[in-house]
């Protein structure tokens, strides 16, 4: 209920520069960071798990980016499609960017878009309805976002804790 509930950002706001700002991840439903973007759950998703990966400095179009922004935002889009494939294990992804209002764009703040496909995920509730059904809350597939991002770090790093388990360090 909470979801149908919250409302969605008032007209004006600047959610992709404020919700990184809050200080608290968990609240904004940011799973990575690095220097230069952040990767979130979509509070409005398609299917469980679409991300979205968001450069730091506000732009509208991929023509903004720097050399380093554009690298930055793709690996961070490659991240998130491991890190989906690893904790949620769909049969395939889409990637994109709607780029204008034309394309899809309602937040003017470039973001791209990592949605989960799983064989038969399609359904007539988004056509006939404008209504998305989620088999699981976003606070849930964030924590298990976080956890399995951890890991993946983890991995990268070849750190363990003395008991086996993955840590993450300045995490």
């Known amino acids: 209920m909470d979801y149908i509930a919250a409302p969605r950002h008032p007209a004006g706001s600047r959610p992709f520069t404020e919700l990184p700002a809050l200080g608290d991840d968990r609240v904004a439903l940011i799973v990575h960071r690095t220097r230069l973007t952040y990767l979130m759950l979509n509070r409005y998703p398609y299917n469980p798990g679409h991300l979205l990966a968001i450069p730091f400095r506000e732009m509208a179009d991929i023509d903004d980016l720097t050399d380093n ?84 770090r983890s991995a990268e790093c070849g750190v363990r804790n003395p008991a086996g388990a993955p840590t993450v360090p300045g995490v």
């Open 69 to 152: 922004e554009s690298a930055d935002l793709m690996a961070t889009m490659t991240f998130g499609k491991k890190l989906l494939a690893a904790a949620l294990k769909p049969d395939g992804f889409n990637l994109g960017f709607n780029l204008g209002t034309a394309a899809g764009g309602s937040i003017p703040h470039l973001h791209a878009h990592i949605v989960p496909r799983w064989n038969g995920d399609t359904n007539f509730m988004p056509v006939l309805g404008q209504t998305r059904v989620l088999p699981q809350a976003l606070q849930a597939t964030w924590e298990k976002l976080v956890a399995t991002a951890a890991e993946m």
